[in-house]
């Protein structure tokens, strides 16, 4: 790429940042990011979307390009952190006023006990609204393990909220 071709594919990813980046920080965060990490990731994301800018911006979806680099450089971050050591998850504080209402903390806590693999697929499957075949994709897992770990993490979520486990 030349550099006016750079200069371009920066301006339209910058175009698409603007668009699309809160939701996607939020999506790093529900699967259990740092506010300050999920910046970072989906900086490194939208990083190595210039260079490929000419094809992706083809995509009928160039976002999901995004959250699938975003999400797979999150998993590789925890792999990399469990080697290092094993850290117990921290609620991250919200900017809400009035402070997050007792289910959401008491959701938030539970899904931090889940593993990152499961993890990231509940908030896929239900606070992003994939269906399990384009999960499977993104994580180049199969149908059948995302649906595997959807199974487990909503039982595991269950017992954790003391709730009946809803299929």
Do not use: C
């Not at 925890?78 to 402070?99: I, K, Y």
């Amino acid at each position: 790429m030349t550099t006016g071709e750079i200069q371009a594919a920066a301006a339209d990813v910058a175009d698409l940042y603007a668009a699309t980046g809160r939701r996607l920080v939020g999506l790093l965060v529900s699967a259990g990011a740092s506010p300050a990490l999920a910046e970072d990731l989906l900086q490194e994301a939208y990083a190595r979307l210039v260079p490929r800018w000419d094809i992706v911006r083809r995509y009928d979806n160039p976002e999901a390009w995004v959250r699938t680099v975003a999400l797979r450089l999150y998993l590789s971050h925890e792999r990399r952190t469990r080697l290092f050591h094993r850290r117990a998850p921290v609620l991250q504080p919200r900017s809400d006023t009035d402070g997050p209402s007792p289910d959401r903390v008491a959701v938030e806590t539970a899904l931090a006990t889940l593993p990152a693999h499961q993890r990231i697929v509940v908030v896929m499957h239900y606070l992003v609204d994939l269906p399990v075949a384009e999960i499977a994709t993104t994580l180049r897992i199969s149908p059948g393990t995302v649906k595997s770990r959807l199974s487990r993490a909503r039982a595991h979520l269950a017992d954790v909220l003391g709730e009946a486990p809803h299929e």
